[in-house]
Every structure is written in C-alpha cells, then in structure tokens.
C-alpha cells in the first residue's frame, strides 16, 4: 500500500467518523426534543387533571356547605318555633304582671 492510499484511507476514516458523530449528535438532539415535547404533555395533562380535580373538590365542599347551611336552618327554625311556643304560653303571665305593676305605679 502506497502512502497516497494510506492518506487516502485515514481520510476517508476521519469523514466516516465525523460522519457517524454528527448523526449521533443529531439523534441526540431529536431525543431531546422528543422528550422535552413529551414532558410538556405531561405537565399539560397533568395541570388538566389537577384543574379537575380541584373543581370535583370544590364541589363537593359546596354541596356539603348546602347541606350544612340547610341543617342549620331547619335548626334556627325549630328553635324560634318553641321560643314562640313559650312566649304564647308566657304571654298571659307577662301581661298580668305588666298590670299589676301598672297598678302598683299608679296607686303609689
């Protein structure tokens, strides 16, 4: 073998090398890429369910806040009903006293 072909040959290796560490390079980078585009669907979906989520819970604390507000009505209301009850009861007893002190003011 020459030295012109030797040359020749160690030339034609280094292109082949550069060659191959470009591609390498270039695969590389679509990985990346590809997995940069991937996470962000990842996040994005994951955001979205999060989102969801969170409205599901909200939800579900408003329904439970309904319910609760409804219990304490009915609540309010039983206990206004008997207030009135034994004010209705307390009523003549009230009045008789209002007079009697009346009375007692006015024969003083």
Do not use: H, W
């Not at 991937?38 to 409205?55: C, F, L, M, P």
């Not at 408003?62 to 009135?84: D, S, V, Y």
């Amino acid at each position: 073998m020459t030295r012109a072909e030797i040359l020749s040959e160690i030339k034609q290796a280094e292109e082949e090398a550069k060659n191959l560490v470009s591609r390498a390079i270039e695969a590389k980078n679509q990985k990346i890429s590809g997995a940069k585009a991937q996470s962000r669907d990842i996040i994005k979906k994951t955001g979205e369910e999060a989102g969801e989520y969170a409205a599901a819970e909200i939800s579900k604390a408003r329904e439970g806040i309904k319910e609760e507000r409804e219990k304490l009505i009915e609540k309010g209301a039983g206990e206004a009903e008997e207030i009135k009850k034994k004010a209705k009861k307390n009523l003549t007893k009230a009045t008789k006293f209002i007079l009697t002190e009346f009375e007692r003011a006015a024969n003083a």
